[in-house]
């Protein structure tokens, strides 16, 4: 039997032990779970208008997350951003990239590949006044020559290698972050070729010594006259040694300043125009030689003979050196190509100073 009040489970009980309401002994358990099921199905309920002695509520859930319910939104894409570049000095670099820029430049080029050409020449040339110094004798004088023929060539391949280095590490840093390892290996090549020149300028001062004192120990008719050929032997031997001397020390000047400024970003123009001056000369001079020898051939040829030499002129002949207009193709290649060198170095020179002018170098 159970309370119709509570529902408490009270068998055998007159009143309920739970909330004290009497109980009907005669009513059975099935009536009151008849009634019990017929109140929960009342709509009723939830109102609260429950014919009962009290109302029953649903139980009320407390609100963990506050007053509100929390709102969910869906997460906003956003595409992702690019990397924010710091900013740049638009100084930075300034002076490698200018060195760059003229180590690219057409003048450059084509003076690298007139000098690369002369050289390749030069090896063809050695190897031919090898082959004839053989047939017509192995002296002293020929081997001296051919010994100095090399030398010269290696010191020019040596410098056909240091300027292509220089324009390809130049073309492949546009940064301007070139090696300089070009420019060390042509100061090196000018370095033994300054060694070399001094050496036969020293060899000069002592051969004029030695004729000063024959001069002066001389009691013939002509002694004034050999005295005054010395003197102004001396005078000249010294201003080629003095132009030596200046051309030489603006080189290293040069190779010094652009290897310093590609290390330290530093503009500086202190390039010797000097340098290129005396390569502008050295073109017109070549091209006044060339322009001789087509028009005139055969003029160094003549002029020995009319000194009485002529076995040498004979041999001159045979080799090809009395005259360009007698020489090969060949010949007449490495002499323009010398020229346009030339022409081109001096001219980048002159490129390299206003460019660094321009940037406060």
């Known amino acids: 039997m159970f309370c119709p009040n509570c529902g408490t489970k009270c068998d055998g009980m007159a009143f309920c032990p739970n909330c004290g309401t009497k109980l009907d002994e005669e009513l059975d358990t099935g009536s009151v779970l008849d009634e019990t099921v017929a109140l929960s199905n009342d709509s009723s309920i939830g109102s609260g ?5 009290q109302d029953y509520a649903a139980p009320v859930q407390p609100n963990v997350w506050g007053t509100t319910a929390p709102q969910y939104a869906a997460p906003q894409y956003a595409p992702p951003q690019p990397p924010v570049k710091p900013a740049v ?17 057409p003048l450059f080029l084509i003076a690298t590949i007139a000098f690369t050409i002369s050289s390749l020449i ?48 130049a073309c492949a840093h546009p940064d301007g972050r ?58 000249l031997l010294g201003a080629v040694t003095a132009l030596v001397i200046i051309y030489f020390c603006g080189i290293f000047r040069s190779l010094s300043t652009a290897a310093n400024t590609i290390r330290t970003d530093r503009p500086s ?8 001056v005396i390569c502008f000369i050295g073109a ?42 007698q020489m090969s193709t060949v010949g007449l290649i490495n002499s323009i190509c010398a020229i346009v060198a030339n022409v081109c170095f001096g001219a980048t020179i002159f490129l390299y100073k206003s460019k660094m002018s321009a940037i406060g170098g």
């Open 122 to 169: 030069g090896v063809y040339s050695t190897f031919q006044t090898f082959g004839h110094g053989m047939y017509y004798g192995s002296d002293i004088s020929s081997v001296l020559g051919l010994l100095s023929s090399i030398t010269t060539l290696v010191l020019s391949l040596l410098m056909v290698l240091g300027l292509w280095l220089i324009f390809g590490n």
């Open 284 to 325: 017109l001079f070549g091209f006044i030689s060339l322009v001789i020898s087509l028009v005139k051939p055969n003029l160094l040829s003549e002029l020995i003979y009319t000194l009485g030499e002529s076995s040498a002129a004979e041999v001159l002949y045979e080799m090809g050196i009395g005259s360009i207009g």
């Open 49 to 53: 208008s429950v014919d009962t002695e």
């Open 269 to 276: 123009r202190r390039v010797s125009g000097f340098v290129a």
């Open 178 to 235: 070139m090696s300089t390892a070009g420019l060390t290996i042509i100061k090196v090549a000018q370095i033994i070729i300054f060694v070399f020149y001094c050496i036969i300028l020293l060899a000069a001062f002592i051969g004029l010594i030695a004729g000063t004192s024959f001069g002066t120990s001389y009691r013939g008719y002509h002694s004034s006259t050999v005295a005054s050929a010395i003197i102004t032997a001396f005078l």
């Open 89 to 105: 000095n638009p100084n930075q670099n300034r002076a490698r990239i200018t060195a760059r820029n003229v180590a690219t430049s």
